[in-house]
T-cell receptor, first 109, second 113 residues
Framework: RKEVEQDPGPFNVPEGATVAFNCTYS??????FFWYRQDCRKEPKLLMS???SGNEDGRFTAQLNRASQYISLLIRDSKLSDSATYLC??????????FGGGTRLMVKP | EAGVVQSPRYKIIEKKQPVAFWCNPI?????LYWYLQNLGQGPELLIR????????DSQLPKDRFSAERLKGVDSTLKIQPAELGDSAVYLC???????????FGEGSWLTVV
């Protein structure tokens, strides 16, 4: 079993739709959680951290469920520019980052 | 401020040939990482440097891969000899300190034919 698992997608949604991705992690001792965004043929970039209390940044909401060991990313009012691959990232006690395989999102007009 | 700079951006080589990738991290960043990313997968750590010291190279295939970070700034990653399975994107990243936000370069795309 992979340490961090994501549905690879693609998720095809129309503009304006709400879409949610989940990510599960296997190490219960994982400490920090992030979502990165990676555009086609580009480098990953930090989208947002995920806090235990959940956090929101504009149209993006991230949540953590430690009991079930998953994190989620919700995107409201999808834009064409949201089309990308979203990488779930988990760190262990040693601060080592482990990336999921990514979920591909395609927003269509 | 300049980001992480990598070169070459793209490289096509024949199998058994050597190849080298260069990385210039963000100025002042002490921690430098080399990641490997295969198509449809997330990045996987190959090696991490704290200044000039390689502190985590457990995932680096040492029979053919080598890396160095002279003077604790720029770094090179070398593959010799390259194999078909080495075709991937090699991402360099840096952070101010270990545990801080990681910033990636655009990657070096390697195709081994």
């Amino acid at each position: 079993r992979k340490e961090v698992e994501q549905d690879p997608g693609p998720f095809n949604v129309p503009e304006g739709a709400t879409v949610a991705f989940n990510c599960t992690y296997s190490n219960s001792a994982s400490q920090s959680f992030f979502w990165y965004r990676q555009d086609c043929r580009k480098e990953p970039k930090l989208l947002m951290s995920v806090y235990s209390s959940g956090n929101e940044d504009g149209r993006f909401t991230a949540q953590l469920n430690r009991a079930s060991q998953y994190i989620s990313l919700l995107i409201r009012d999808s834009k064409l520019s949201d089309s990308a691959t979203y990488l779930c990232v988990v760190t262990n006690a040693g601060n080592m980052l482990t990336f999921g395989g990514g979920t591909r999102l395609m927003v269509k007009p | 401020e300049a980001g992480v700079v990598q070169s070459p951006r793209y490289k096509i080589i024949e199998k058994k040939q050597p190849v080298a990738f260069w990385c210039n991290p963000i100025s002042g960043h002490n921690t430098l990482y080399w990641y490997l990313q295969n198509l449809g997968q997330g990045p996987e750590l190959l090696i991490r440097y704290e200044n000039e010291e390689a502190v985590d190279d457990s995932q680096l295939p040492k029979d053919r891969f080598s890396a160095e970070r002279l003077k604790g700034v720029d770094s090179t990653l070398k593959i010799q000899p390259a194999e078909l399975g080495d075709s991937a994107v090699y991402l360099c990243a840096s952070s101010l300190q270990y545990g801080n936000t990681i910033y990636f370069g655009e990657g070096s795309w390697l195709t081994v034919v």
